[in-house]
């Protein structure tokens, strides 16, 4: 949640980003559309959270507002709710037109603002209305409800588990005002997986999936605070998940309960089971795959060699012939400061027959011969296995993970938009852990377990309307749009 909302004309930046200012040097919690919409939000639904999220509703009354279209908006998204929160900052030489036009607006109280008054001033005088409505509504911590925020920090380690959680979150925080069941089953998934990771983080015995809070609510080691905090969301869990009548009647102070608890809970996970990212000692670049090299091929075995069995890695010499025969099968990531290879990702495009031996589970993929692997030689459709995802262990705690992904992600959208080559459909072999929640991070579904017993996953993305990808990031959305337009447009081709 906010402190609050603020609403105002577009021509009036020159005021209100100094008093947005202000506001954050007091400690506040401020939705300024500038910093609180990002690239690829839809806008009307930023807007629409906002405003449900905020203590204090700020209306900045210029000779503008009134022409402001967003402003209209605003109040009108404001009007279909309550006025509770409702606070104009009013200019005084609108004061009388104000009186005229909108008189509900002189109802309430409001701060005026005339010419003498300092950007300081008017800040102080807020905060101290914003922490009496805090303290009147019970928002008393209202940092930490600040999702957005979190997901963010979430976003910032080098973390496949992290990545996961932040998915449920973000989609907690986009349908809680507009489709509330399946918000609150966003809340279940993403406790569910975040305890059970602690309990094999801490060898933790859980009878049944299905009573995985109850278990955890008699577990010395977690604190009371957090106790409370699981107590809550295990009661709420169970009361509103099948009543949907029930979730529409929640009130302000429940929805910010729910969010502290929330937020308290994943803030614990974060901080005492992963390592914050250090980013300044790292100098990393993207290795794009037409800039992979035979030394990078080498590079990667050694890689390959500190993190998987032995069983499991393709010999040097197979990995080149891959190369060879298809030179934009690899890509990857570099420290600037030694100009060695820090991580890679193997995906070769393959034939049908491979595909389903992969698919069966009984398959190696450290003698794939050449003559299953395709070549991207023109325009079509391609099935994509995605051979290995590597990161050296001392690069564990940067952002290598997160530029390798976008890399090959990128790769894709200009094999589509270049040279109108389109993946239908991928296949994987989640050996380690991380291969697995990565896997089941963007969608993908168990199919079969391997010779190595590991679980392996599949998933389309032709048609787009059938398809179970997520790829949440920037350039992961442009592609799955890139996709389904051209899948509208040219229908009789796909």
């Known amino acids: 949640?906010?402190?609050?909302?603020?609403?105002?004309?577009?021509?009036?930046?020159?005021?209100?980003?100094?008093?947005?200012?202000?506001?954050?040097?007091?400690?506040?919690?401020?939705?300024?559309?500038?910093?609180?919409?990002?690239?690829?939000?839809?806008?009307?639904?930023?807007?629409?959270?906002?405003?449900?999220?905020?203590?204090?509703?700020?209306?900045?009354?210029?000779?503008?507002?009134?022409?402001?279209?967003?402003?209209?908006?605003?109040?009108?998204?404001?009007?279909?709710?309550?006025?509770?929160?409702?606070?104009?900052?009013?200019?005084?030489?609108?004061?009388?037109?104000t009186g005229q036009k909108y008189p509900f607006i002189l109802e309430h109280n409001y701060i005026e603002v005339g010419p003498e008054k300092e950007i300081k001033e008017i800040a102080l005088g807020l905060k101290e209305v914003i922490d009496e409505r805090k303290q009147e509504s019970g928002f008393w911590h209202i940092e930490k409800t600040n999702l957005v925020s979190l997901v963010r920090e979430l976003h910032s380690y080098n973390s496949i588990a992290l990545e996961q959680l932040a998915i449920h979150l973000n989609l907690f925080w986009r349908k809680i005002y507009?489709?509330?069941?399946?918000?609150?089953?966003?809340?279940?998934?993403?406790?569910?997986?975040?305890?059970?990771?602690?309990?094999?983080?801490?060898?933790?015995?859980i009878s049944q999936d299905a009573q995985i809070l109850e278990t955890f609510l008699d577990i010395e080691f977690l604190n009371l605070n957090l106790k409370e905090h699981l107590k809550y969301l295990n009661r709420f869990i169970n009361k509103f998940l099948d009543v949907e009548h029930a979730i529409n009647t929640l009130d302000r102070e429940e929805m910010?309960?729910?969010?502290?608890?929330?937020?308290?809970?994943?803030?614990w996970y974060m901080t005492t089971y992963f390592k914050k990212p250090i980013l300044q000692s790292k100098k990393i670049i993207p290795v794009r795959p037409e800039e992979f090299t035979e030394n990078d091929?080498?590079?990667?075995?050694?890689i390959e060699k500190l993190v998987l069995p032995a069983e499991l890695i393709a010999s040097p010499s197979t990995d080149k012939e891959w190369f060879d025969y298809?030179?934009?099968?690899?890509?990857?990531?570099?420290?600037?400061?030694?100009?060695?290879l820090i991580g890679f990702?193997?995906?070769?495009?393959?034939?049908?027959?491979?595909?389903?031996?992969?698919?069966?589970g009984k398959f190696d993929d450290t003698t794939i011969p050449v003559s299953d692997i395709r070549q991207y030689d023109m325009?079509?459709?391609?099935?994509?296995?995605?051979?290995?995802?590597?990161?050296?262990?001392?690069?564990?705690?940067?952002?290598?993970?997160?530029?390798?992904?976008s890399n090959f992600i990128d790769f894709l959208l200009k094999l589509a938009s270049e040279h109108e080559i389109f993946i239908s459909d991928i296949i994987a072999d989640g050996v380690t852990q991380k291969g697995s929640n990565l896997c089941e991070s963007i969608g993908m579904t168990k199919v079969a377990k391997s010779i190595h017993n590991s679980d392996v996953y599949e998933a389309c993305l032709i048609p787009p309307s059938l398809t179970t990808i997520k790829l949440n990031n920037r350039i992961g959305q442009q592609l799955l749009a890139y996709y389904k337009q051209m899948y509208n447009n040219y229908k009789e081709i796909f």
């Open 256 to 267: 910010y309960l729910l969010q502290f608890s929330i937020y308290s809970v994943v803030e």
């Open 178 to 205: 507009s489709n509330r069941l399946a918000a609150i089953n966003e809340v279940k998934l993403m406790i569910k997986d975040l305890l059970r990771d602690v309990a094999n983080s801490e060898n933790i015995y």
């Open 297 to 302: 091929i080498l590079e990667s075995y050694e």
């Open 379 to 405: 325009p079509g459709f391609y099935k994509l296995y995605l051979c290995s995802f590597c990161i050296h262990p001392a690069y564990n705690t940067t952002n290598a993970f997160r530029i390798i992904y």
């Open 1 to 97: 949640m906010f402190d609050v909302f603020i609403s105002h004309s577009s021509i009036e930046k020159g005021f209100v980003e100094p008093l947005v200012d202000e506001l954050n040097k007091l400690g506040l919690q401020v939705w300024y559309d500038k910093n609180s919409i990002h690239k690829g939000d839809k806008i009307k639904d930023s807007i629409i959270n906002g405003i449900a999220e905020s203590v204090v509703f700020l209306a900045v009354i210029s000779k503008n507002y009134y022409k402001s279209n967003w402003s209209s908006m605003e109040l009108g998204i404001l009007s279909a709710g309550s006025f509770d929160n409702f606070l104009p900052l009013l200019f005084s030489d609108i004061k009388k037109q």
């Open 345 to 360: 990702f193997t995906s070769l495009p393959i034939g049908d027959e491979l595909y389903k031996k992969i698919k069966s």
């Open 326 to 340: 298809n030179p934009l099968t690899n890509l990857g990531a570099r420290d600037t400061d030694n100009g060695k």
